[in-house]
């Protein structure tokens, strides 16, 4: 089911776009679905009994700690893995890709943390990386240099993204810029659904803001967005569905309607079971852990709650600052 990822044709008027099922307040078609999958490898259950579906229009996060699954179901969705039980399904059809390129030609497609750009190439030769537009036949087919240039400048300045030189070396760019070209080319070559494997992990606080803004962008094209994070905030400020990975099984599956950002940190947090150590620190008992260089385990708890609490308010509220910040050029690298 080989085929060459095909353009899409861009729209003249984005302006003129009909308003996302979102915006009409309907509930998105599901352009993928899983019922009941999981993944075993040998003994070890990474996955099991996953339900969940992806609209067109929506952004769709994953959440969960380390271990919980996270990589496992993308790697499933994104045509990596097989499942070992349940169903996937694409536009209604049961799917069973044995490969990432078969996927990408349903339109699914993945933007991993490592972004598999050439740091030393151009910034319009890595926008049609492993796609690249050729002339001629046989031994003279040459690469359309002129072209390629100028459509990545297009649609990066469609995106809202105005780099100063499309020849420089991507290496060049921040880490922000080069995930916003990263999502502006799965756009490009007629992505549906795009899946973002921790885009704002490496990132500073202003530059996760940026790649806030285009995943708002990409959904309001249309796209299904999966946006794959530890971090509650960042998922809140685009989220329009909640699902939170616990050791392989949904612990929770919500839209935005019946949630909080108080919840979803909760829950990431560990919920019930932080619920009952909060509890038993207030009554002053301390956990059965060992005490580390005559601090007691009871401090210990309480202070790393109060610290990650301060760290995350304080990120929160500049990640929303960068992300409401106008839309127009990137962000310069000192900036990352
Ligand atoms: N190829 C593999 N072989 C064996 N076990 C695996 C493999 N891939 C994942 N696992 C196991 O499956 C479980 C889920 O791992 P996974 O990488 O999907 O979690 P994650 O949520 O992505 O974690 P992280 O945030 O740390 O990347 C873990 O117990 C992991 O050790």
Redesign the pocket.
Known sequence: MTKTAEPTDPDPDPGAAAPSPRHRGEAPAPVLQLKGVG?T??N????SGIDLKVGAGEVTCIL????????????IIAGL?APTSGEYLVDGEPVHFSSPREALDRGIATVYQDLAMVTLMPVWRNFFLGSELRTGFGPFRMLEVDKMRRIADEELKKMGIDLPDIDAPISNLSGGQKQVVAIARAVYFGARVLILD?PTAALGVKQSGVVLKYINAARDAGLGVIF?T?NPHHAFMVGDHFAV?K??RMELDAPRSELTLDDLTHHMAGGAELDALQHELKRGAAPEVAPLHGVSAGEIGGMSADVTAAIDAAEAVAAEEAWSAPAGRAEPRSGD
């Open positions: 993944k490898f040998g070890i259950k990474a996955l969960g700690d380390n271990g919980a699954g996270k990589s496992t179901l993308i790697k893995h921790e794959i530890h990975l050791l392989g």
